[in-house]
């Protein structure tokens, strides 16, 4: 079998400066919601230096700079500039809002004794290059907190859209990797406790998104850059059959139930 697509730093940083103003808009008071289950493990209170990785547009760098003491240093960063731009809008002069590369921090070593990271590992071309940074940057006995996408069984906002690709018979690329790729929490406990830390909890935690109908669900998910770009070439009546199909079973699954959202994969660890 060949090696999935995995995106380099380059096209990722393009995906997301696209996709910034609607995950500003429409995502990050959802993504938010985990990164406070982050945060409340980080003993902010008691830190003197946080750093953010993959920060996005800063809504969890809020949440964090209110409950850092004063005189604590805190640096908030990210690969897309159009995100930091976001990020910088939202802090005070006392944050230091700055592009970097999870994969490759540009901090001495021990400069930090938190590190928070959400919803990125998983993403990055190489999560070990990034754990290996993550361990560099933090002075021993600093925590760490991270969350990446768990399990495919509670995740329906990422298992709805191809579910309804299928029905219509639009084939997806193929090939890529999956965004779940490190969603088995003993694994990746391991691989992180491999990269020099120690008491490494893991845990799966639901994260919802406030859906208020079917139809909004649809709208939301085709004007992700992912899907705009897929269904460019595509005929008008594929792209209104596609939204039909994603607005039903979105529909379904909250008559039944079910919440549209993220089961997400929760880690918290201690640097040796
Ligand atoms: C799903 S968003 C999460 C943003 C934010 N942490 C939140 O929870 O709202 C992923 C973020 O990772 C950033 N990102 C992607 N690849 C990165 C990399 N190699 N280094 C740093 N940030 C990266 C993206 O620009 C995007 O802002």
Request: hydrophobic fraction near 45%; glycine fraction near 6%; aromatic fraction near 6%.
């Amino acid at each position: 079998m060949s090696e999935p697509n995995i995106p380099s730093a380059d096209e990722l940083r393009a995906h997301w400066d696209q996709f910034a103003p609607l995950f500003e808009e429409r995502m990050e008071s959802t993504t938010v919601l985990l990164a406070r289950e982050l945060i409340a493990q980080l003993h902010l209170g008691e830190a003197s230096a946080l750093l953010e990785v993959g920060a996005g547009a800063g809504a969890a760098a809020r949440v964090a700079a209110a409950l850092l003491p004063a005189g604590a240093r805190h640096v908030v960063t990210d690969l897309s500039p159009e995100m930091v731009r976001r990020a910088r809008a939202k802090l005070s002069e006392g944050a230091e809002v700055r592009e970097a590369d999870a994969c490759a921090l540009d901090f001495p070593d021990a400069s930090f004794d938190r590190f928070l990271c959400n919803l990125n590992l998983m993403l990055v071309p190489d999560a070990d290059a990034a754990l290996r940074e993550a361990a560099r940057v933090l002075k021993p006995g600093g925590l760490a907190a991270w969350s990446v996408w768990g399990r495919p069984e509670g995740s329906l906002m990422f298992t709805i859209p191809p579910l309804a690709a299928e029905e219509v018979g639009l084939d997806l690329p193929a090939g890529k990797r999956s965004n779940f790729h490190l969603g088995d929490r003993e694994v990746l406990r391991a691989r992180i406790a491999d990269h020099g830390f120690e008491q490494v909890l893991t845990w799966y935690s639901p994260m919802i998104r406030p859906v208020l109908s079917g139809t909004e669900f649809a709208e939301v998910t085709l004007s992700t850059p992912r899907w705009e770009e897929t269904l460019a070439d595509q005929p008008g009546e594929l792209r209104a059959s596609l939204s039909s199909a994603l607005e039903r079973l979105a529909e379904e699954a909250l008559g039944a139930g079910r919440p549209i959202g993220l089961e997400a994969l929760v880690v918290i660890a201690r640097r040796r």
